[in-house]
């Protein structure tokens, strides 16, 4: 059914991050926005109106995740990210079973939604699990089986497993299009050059994202750097980013490789709770825009962030970014605001989410004022509500969650399945993991 929404406050994460003040948006039957703005403007209500104290805002979107790795949450913690990998997390995930990845982001699902991240694009293994999962709570996904060249899994039945979902259920898929798979090639280190090319050309076949970690760790790289250059040179080489492709992590790039990112149109997803934990590096955030990357924020796995809280990393950038630059006015929070929600969308090539215009789906989040950030209230100036509400209040206020039209969070819990079980099913499944 239709509905609308009226708030004191609606964000759109329009370009310039407009505050409406006694704003509305109102969605249509099919689960998209018809109209936000202010009230006074509104056209006549011809729906229910759901008063609701506080702010809208767009669903966040998380441009690079492993949620299911909650099964594997605080492992190897204090290890680099390549000891960590091998040592660690890839012999866990060798005992993974398709269950397992099911209830894994099921929670991983419940716990973003909790936190207003309504679209997450996840790289995992038995990408069917994820899919059901993520249609199971409502959010919405952006999914890839990651491709990689480890010993007993192939490659290119990796690919060929990718060509054949997509050219049976289409690139996107689900009540309100809530699915939309890609290739998730691991990485240029994880994969051989032949690799890199067939995934290439495949994507662009199909018209298909391609998700790719990129320059993560200052090592990791090494002998693509000497063969290539680097990392984004040897994607331009292999036609990866002649299509849609968001480069995970992107810590360690050259001058070169952020025009040629830039030049190509490719997105990137910082992550820098994980760059931190991991000790992987700063981003040059402040370089990537000002050169016009489509940059989003992304939690990784909450293995190596541990959460799944993209709040912490919109301050997280924005702290990362003043310090780096050492200019306290390069990022504000306004702009911090727009890389978690629109930013995010353009990232992924997506014109359909994170932000509060007609046409778009209405992934919508509600926080209220029920605490000590917001004490002064909202009849403050615009950049003061928005600084208390990106620096003070973060993931704690948020109360309702919609998903293309759908109420999948109320009172700050999920709506369609029941939290207490699944974390009951992960702990179970984490348990014989460990054992």
């Known amino acids: 059914m239709t509905v609308r929404?009226?708030?004191?406050?609606?964000?759109?994460?329009?370009a310039r991050?407009?505050?409406?003040?006694?704003?509305?948006?109102?969605?249509?039957?099919?689960?998209?926005?018809?109209?936000?703005?202010?009230?006074?403007?509104?056209?006549?209500?011809?729906?229910?109106?759901?008063?609701?104290?506080g702010?809208?805002?767009?669903?966040?979107?998380?441009?690079?995740?492993?949620?299911?790795?909650?099964?594997?949450?605080?492992?190897?913690?204090?290890?680099?990210?390549?000891?960590?990998?091998?040592e660690v997390i890839w012999p866990a995930e060798a005992k993974l079973r398709p269950g397992d990845v099911r209830a894994g982001m099921l929670l991983g699902s419940v716990e973003m939604l909790r936190h207003g991240i309504t679209t997450s694009a996840e790289m995992y293994f038995h990408a069917e699990q994820v899919a059901d999962a993520v249609l199971a709570t409502g959010a919405r996904v952006v999914l890839g089986g990651p491709i990689i060249d480890l010993p007993g899994l192939d490659w290119r039945s990796m690919i060929t497993a990718t060509e054949r979902w997509i050219d049976a259920d289409g690139l996107r898929f689900g009540p309100g299009d809530r699915v939309e798979l890609s290739y998730a090639a691991h990485s240029a280190y994880m994969l051989p050059v032949e690799a890199l090319g067939l995934i290439a050309k495949s994507a662009a076949a199909r018209g298909a994202l391609v998700q790719i970690h990129v320059a993560e760790a200052a090592d990791e790289d090494e002998r693509q750097r000497a063969e290539h250059g680097s990392v984004p040179l040897l994607l331009r080489q292999t036609g990866l980013l002649d299509g849609r492709l968001i480069a995970a992590h992107a810590v360690h790039l050259s001058d070169e490789d952020i025009a040629v990112l830039a030049a190509h149109g490719a997105g990137v997803a910082h992550c820098p709770g994980s760059n931190g934990k991991l000790a992987s590096g700063i981003a040059r955030l402040a370089d990537l825009r000002a050169a016009s990357v489509a940059v989003g924020l992304g939690t990784d796995g909450p293995a190596s962030n541990d959460d799944l809280d993209l709040w912490q990393e919109i301050q997280l950038a924005t702290m990362l970014a003043r310090l780096s630059t050492q200019d306290s006015t390069v990022l504000t929070a306004a702009d911090a605001l727009l890389l978690a929600t629109r930013g995010g969308a353009e990232a992924l090539g997506r014109d359909d989410i994170g932000a509060l215009e007609a046409g778009r789906w209405a992934d919508v989040v509600h926080i209220d004022l029920d605490d000590p950030a917001f004490a002064t209230g909202l009849d403050v100036p615009d950049d003061q509500l928005l600084a208390n509400l990106v620096w003070a209040a973060g993931s704690r206020r948020v109360r309702d969650v919609w998903v293309a039209g759908e109420q999948v969070v109320g009172e700050g819990e999920p709506l369609r399945v029941d939290r207490a079980a699944a974390?009951?099913?992960?702990a179970t499944a984490a348990a014989r993991l460990r054992a």
């Open 55 to 86: 702010i809208l805002l767009p669903g966040l979107v998380n441009t690079h995740a492993h949620s299911p790795m909650v099964l594997l949450r605080g492992m190897g913690g204090d290890l680099p990210l390549l000891r960590w990998l091998r």
């Open 5 to 14: 929404l009226h708030a004191p406050v609606v964000l759109p994460a329009d």
């Open 423 to 426: 974390q009951a099913e992960v």
């Open 17 to 53: 991050c407009s505050v409406i003040r006694d704003g509305v948006v109102d969605i249509d039957e099919a689960g998209r926005i018809s109209y936000c703005g202010p009230a006074a403007q509104a056209p006549p209500a011809e729906s229910p109106v759901r008063e609701l104290p």
